[in-house]
């Protein structure tokens, strides 16, 4: 079925937006339209507010908001907030959590907080001349025409680090750029960096038209491309660790303490090598990760996209957790890139990113990046503990139990059923049916 286009649609009230994209995709279907309805919150306020973050808002989508309790990092006991929609995520982080605690927790070490943007722009003039201009004129200029953008921060310690002139033109023809690095303290930064790099675009353009060293025709063949900020950040990272002696490292599933490091220690050298391993073992990782980023109301999409370019740093696609056993010594460990913020955004805004980061005792943006990294090394750690035990199936399909009963449309009194049914089985589709089927004599 082909549909007409609509002109105006943002225009549109919300009950407008509602109809006409119940009738024009849904058949007029009114079922839908009370879906819709029925996830709109009654607090009119808290509704408008979430309207307001986005355009175009027809209803609320919803999340399950969980908590990983048991997880002591540097010294700290922490119960971590996690959105995820996937079951066992929370289960696993909790388990793992608990399974650290009881051997001095995850440690972590802020290694860098720089954040990166670009001016990226084509020039075709001399390159000794370019970089004669940036490096006695343009930089004094570019931080000066900064000045009242970065006053805020300068105040807060952060603000622009360094500009650098970058040669591209062995890989473009006349591409050059300018790489400014910043400090954005407890921001995770966008607004600010992005506002300092459209000056910087400005600014050169200003300056190069002054500039008597460059010809008209050099002049004009200035093109300032884009101005952006790099959600690539390899310089903003946080190693989380774990470590104990091998005769600690106790497992319930039968296997020796040798025998599960050293497995351990196999699966991960896997995902160091084999690009199809390090994704599943890194979107795993980042199962963790993006739980704790939502609930914090961070970016999602830009820690996903920083800590999969990381992974790829060394030209091939590889795992962001490494494990070593020195001397009987179990070591295992994340080095994270992220940019994260406390302040600005979402946190100020939505009642319940408020409530996590209250939660998390009010966490600097450095100690909001270190509770990421050991939720990422907790997950990971609770994923290759099932893989190389019981596999995963067995823990996942128990938590997926109550999703396949939902859809069945099972009572309270069918669920209990089937979870006192499956207490020492491993939970399959096929047998979940078979015994539903039995259960009502179909
Ligand atoms: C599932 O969401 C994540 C895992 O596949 C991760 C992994 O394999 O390491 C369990």
């Given at each position: 079925?082909?549909?007409?286009?609509?002109?105006?649609?943002?225009?549109?009230?919300?009950?407008?937006?509602?109809?006409?994209?119940?009738?024009?995709?849904?058949?007029?279907?009114?079922?839908?339209?009370?879906?819709?309805?029925?996830?709109?919150?009654?607090?009119?306020?808290?509704?408008?507010?979430?309207?307001?973050?986005?355009?175009?808002?027809?209803?609320?989508?919803?999340?399950?908001?969980?908590?990983?309790?048991?997880?002591?990092?540097?010294?700290?006991?922490?119960?971590?907030?996690?959105?995820?929609?996937?079951s066992s995520?929370?289960?696993?982080?909790?388990?793992?959590?608990?399974?650290?605690?009881?051997?001095?927790?995850?440690?972590?070490?802020?290694?860098?907080?720089?954040?990166?943007?670009?001016?990226?722009?084509?020039?075709?003039?001399?390159?000794?001349?370019?970089?004669?201009?940036?490096?006695?004129?343009?930089?004094?200029?570019?931080?000066?025409?900064?000045?009242?953008?970065?006053?805020?921060?300068?105040?807060?310690?952060?603000?622009?680090?360094?500009?650098?002139?970058?040669?591209?033109?062995?890989?473009?023809?006349?591409?050059?750029?300018?790489?400014?690095?910043?400090?954005?303290?407890?921001?995770?930064?966008?607004?600010?960096?992005?506002?300092?790099?459209?000056?910087?675009?400005?600014?050169?353009?200003?300056?190069?038209?002054?500039?008597?060293?460059?010809?008209?025709?050099?002049?004009?063949?200035?093109?300032?491309?884009?101005?952006?900020?790099?959600?690539?950040?390899?310089?903003?990272?946080?190693?989380?660790?774990?470590?104990?002696?091998?005769?600690?490292?106790?497992?319930?599933?039968?296997?020796?303490?040798?025998?599960?490091?050293?497995?351990?220690?196999?699966?991960?050298?896997?995902?160091?090598?084999?690009?199809?391993?390090?994704?599943?073992?890194?979107?795993?990782?980042?199962?963790?990760?993006?739980?704790?980023?939502?609930?914090?109301?961070?970016?999602?999409?830009?820690?996903?996209?920083?800590?999969?370019?990381?992974?790829?740093?060394?030209?091939?696609?590889?795992?962001?957790?490494?494990?070593?056993?020195?001397?009987?010594?179990?070591?295992?460990?994340?080095?994270?890139?992220?940019?994260?913020?406390?302040?600005?955004?979402?946190?100020?805004?939505?009642?319940?990113?408020?409530?996590?980061?209250?939660?998390?005792?009010?966490?600097?943006?450095?100690?909001?990046?270190?509770?990421?990294?050991?939720?990422?090394?907790?997950?990971?750690?609770?994923?290759?503990?099932?893989?190389?035990?019981?596999?995963i199936q067995k823990g996942h399909m128990k938590m997926h139990l109550l999703n396949i009963l939902?859809?069945?449309?099972?009572?309270?009194?069918?669920?209990?059923?089937f979870v006192?049914y499956f207490k020492d089985k491993t939970v399959t589709h096929h047998e979940v049916i078979?015994e539903?089927?039995?259960?009502?004599?179909?």
């Open positions: 079925m082909t549909h007409l286009p609509v002109q105006g649609f943002s225009k549109l009230s919300k009950q407008e937006k509602i109809d006409w994209i119940v009738k024009e995709y849904l058949d007029d279907n009114k079922d839908f339209e009370k879906i819709l309805k029925s996830y709109l919150n009654e607090n009119a306020d808290l509704q408008k507010l979430h309207e307001e973050f986005s355009e175009n808002t027809l209803t609320n989508f919803y999340m399950p908001y969980g908590i990983a309790p048991n997880f002591l990092i540097d010294g700290k006991i922490m119960a971590i907030p996690m959105v995820v929609e996937e995520v929370v289960a696993a982080a909790s388990k793992a959590a608990k399974f650290w605690m009881e051997k001095g927790g995850f440690k972590t070490t802020i290694i860098n907080t720089q954040k990166l943007g670009h001016t990226h722009f084509i020039f075709d003039a001399e390159p000794h001349k370019i970089k004669h201009f940036f490096n006695f004129n343009l930089k004094k200029k570019l931080m000066e025409a900064t000045d009242a953008i970065t006053s805020n921060m300068r105040k807060r310690g952060g603000g622009i680090l360094d500009i650098k002139l970058i040669d591209k033109t062995s890989e473009m023809e006349n591409y050059y750029q300018l790489k400014a690095s910043f400090n954005t303290v407890d921001s995770m930064g966008a607004n600010f960096i992005n506002s300092c790099l459209e000056q910087f675009g400005k600014t050169l353009k200003d300056e190069v038209q002054k500039e008597e060293s460059f010809s008209q025709v050099e002049k004009d063949s200035l093109q300032i491309v884009m101005n952006i900020l790099s959600n690539y950040t390899p310089d903003c990272i946080v190693r989380a660790e774990v470590s104990c002696k091998i005769e600690d490292l106790k497992d319930d599933s039968g296997i020796s303490n040798e025998d599960f490091a050293k497995k351990f220690k196999q699966a991960i050298r896997i995902a160091e090598i084999e690009p199809y391993r390090a994704t599943t073992h890194n979107k795993g990782i980042m199962n963790g990760v993006d739980a704790v980023v939502i609930a914090t109301g961070n970016d999602f999409r830009a820690t996903a996209s920083c800590a999969h370019a990381y992974a790829s740093k060394s030209g091939s696609y590889s795992s962001l957790t490494h494990c070593t056993i020195d001397n009987g010594i179990f070591r295992f460990w994340i080095d994270l890139p992220i940019s994260v913020g406390v302040v600005g955004g979402l946190t100020n805004l939505h009642p319940l990113v408020k409530f996590s980061l209250a939660l998390l005792g009010k966490p600097s943006a450095q100690e909001l990046m270190s509770i990421l990294a050991v939720s990422g090394l907790a997950q990971n750690f609770g994923a290759l503990r099932s893989l190389i035990t019981t596999g939902n859809q069945m449309g099972a009572t309270e009194e069918e669920k209990a059923h006192n078979s539903f089927e039995k259960l009502r004599n179909v």
